[in-house]
């Protein structure tokens, strides 16, 4: 079993920046793809970014490309999003996933954290 737990949402207003941070504990993820989702009220949950423990190999969505950045600590199992220039649409519950595909299907991760808000306000 792989508990992670996200923190570092809040009330951010547009233009601003946020770090969130997923600690993971228990089975070791360093065979794990890793990943940040995120769902808005009313809408499916929708992939943000991927990153591989091992590698550090990482994959954004179009919406946040060239905005976000992902990152891990390998010596901390942390895992991180740097999230800069941010838009009223970026708000949502974010979540961070593991799991043992390097993909930006939901389902395929196996292991959830409880997520954490991100507002942005206009």
């Known amino acids: 079993q792989v508990q992670l737990v996200e923190s570092g949402g809040g009330l951010v207003q547009a233009g601003g920046s946020l770090t969130l941070s997923c600690a993971a504990s228990?089975?070791?993820?360093?065979?794990?793809?890793m990943g940040w989702f995120r769902q808005a009220p009313g809408k499916e949950r929708e992939f943000v970014a991927a990153?591989?423990?091992?590698?550090?190999?990482?994959h954004y969505s179009d919406s946040v490309k060239g905005r976000f950045t992902i990152s891990r600590d390998n010596a901390k199992n942390a895992m991180y999003l740097q999230m800069n220039s941010l838009k009223p649409e970026d708000t949502a519950v974010y979540y961070c996933?593991?799991?043992?595909?390097?993909?930006?299907?939901?389902?395929?991760?196996?292991?959830w954290g409880q997520g954490t808000q991100v507002t942005v306000s206009s």
């Open positions: 996933a593991a799991g043992p595909s390097f993909v930006v299907v939901a389902s395929s991760y196996a292991y």
């Open positions: 228990g089975r070791t993820v360093s065979s794990y793809a």
């Open positions: 990153i591989t423990w091992r590698v550090g190999t990482t």
